[in-house]
Each structure stands twice: as structure tokens, then as C-alpha cells.
């Protein structure tokens, strides 16, 4: 099964197109695909106490754990990924030990290109993740109401696909031999 974890909390967000972009690409290809969306699926803050136990962080927790790879997409607020996504990661910690995973961003400008490297660090480094090096970052500009209107960004919505699977793939096989 393949994750798709959007974590932006607002009604209309383009990173929950990228999200479904995804979600698509993946089903046409016959993959199992599970979405967990943030802004109909709450989780309390982490109090690093009692919030483990949440029935969310706990169904969250799971579905991490067996997936074979992590899509997440998140807004960029001041330079930086949303704090819904840091949030499910400290509530979920060592489920995502290993998985792969892939960064799908939506930002205002240009500038926060390298919004992603805080979160990819900490999975990284905290729990061994393998982040694909290939990310998606897309701007207001790629966007026309509720759909992606970029043709660069679908290219590479299906390179991040494409490369995600590959990886994911190769690891699964490997570790079955």
C-alpha cells in the first residue's frame, strides 16, 4: 500500500491537488492507495503524553507503518512545511523507521525552495527514511481553481511517481530475497 498523507488543514489547498494527483497516477497504475487527509482527520497536538493514544495517531501510526512508501504533501508557511506535518510526524515517530518517502510542496513563491530540507533532515537522521531526491515544488501559478494547470509540474508529478515506485520497488524485493 502506498500513503498519501496531505497535511494542509485549509479548504481549498493546492497541495491537496498535488496530493490527488498523485492519488490518481498511483490508482491507474493498479497501486493499493490509502489518503490521509489532515483537514478531515485530526490529531491532537503532541503533548509527548496521553495524545499517543489517540484513535487518529493511532490509525495514522498503522497506516504508516505499512506502507511501502509516504507521499506527503504540505503547504509552505514562512519557509518552512506546515506545522500539521511536524505534528503527525512527533505523534507517529517511529512508524516511518525506513519507509520511503516523497515531498510534494505548494508555496506562494519562488523563495522557499528549499522548504522541504527540515522535514527530509529529521526523517532522514530520527528514523532512517529514504527520502526520494526528487520533490515536487509548485506555485500559485501552476494552479487554475481545484486543478494542477502546470505542465511542467504533472511532468514532474509523474517523474516523483515514477522514481517513488522505483525505489519502494527495489527495497521491497531486496528485502525478500
Keep these: 500500500m502506498h500513503l498519501i498523507l496531505s497535511s494542509s488543514l485549509h479548504p481549498t489547498s493546492r497541495s491537496r491537488i498535488l496530493a490527488r494527483e498523485v492519488e490518481t497516477r498511483l490508482r491507474a497504475m493498479g497501486r493499493e492507495v490509502e489518503v490521509f487527509d489532515l483537514s478531515s482527520r485530526t490529531l491532537p497536538p503532541c503533548d509527548g503524553a496521553k495524545a499517543y493514544g489517540d484513535p487518529e495517531v493511532i490509525a495514522l501510526a498503522e497506516m504508516i507503518r505499512s506502507a511501502e512508501s509516504i507521499f506527503v504533501a504540505s503547504p509552505v508557511y514562512n519557509y518552512d512545511v506546515n506545522a500539521a506535518i ?30 522541504a530540507m ?28 481545484d486543478s494542477l494547470a502546470d505542465d511542467d509540474i504533472a511532468g514532474r508529478v509523474d517523474q516523483l511517481v515514477s522514481e517513488s515506485l522505483r525505489v519502494s520497488d527495489a527495497l521491497r524485493d531486496a528485502a525478500t530475497v
Design 86 to 115: 511536524k505534528n503527525a510526524v512527533e505523534l507517529t515517530g517511529k512508524a516511518w523507521t525506513g519507509k520511503v518517502v516523497s515531498l510534494m510542496l505548494a508555496a506562494g513563491g519562488q523563495g522557499s525552495y528549499m522548504s
Design 118 to 145: 527540515g522535514l527530509a533532515n529529521s526523517l532522514m537522521l530520527d528514523f532512517r527514511c529514504v527520502i526520494v531526491p526528487r520533490f515536487v515544488y509548485a506555485t500559485g501559478e501552476s494552479f487554475e481553481g
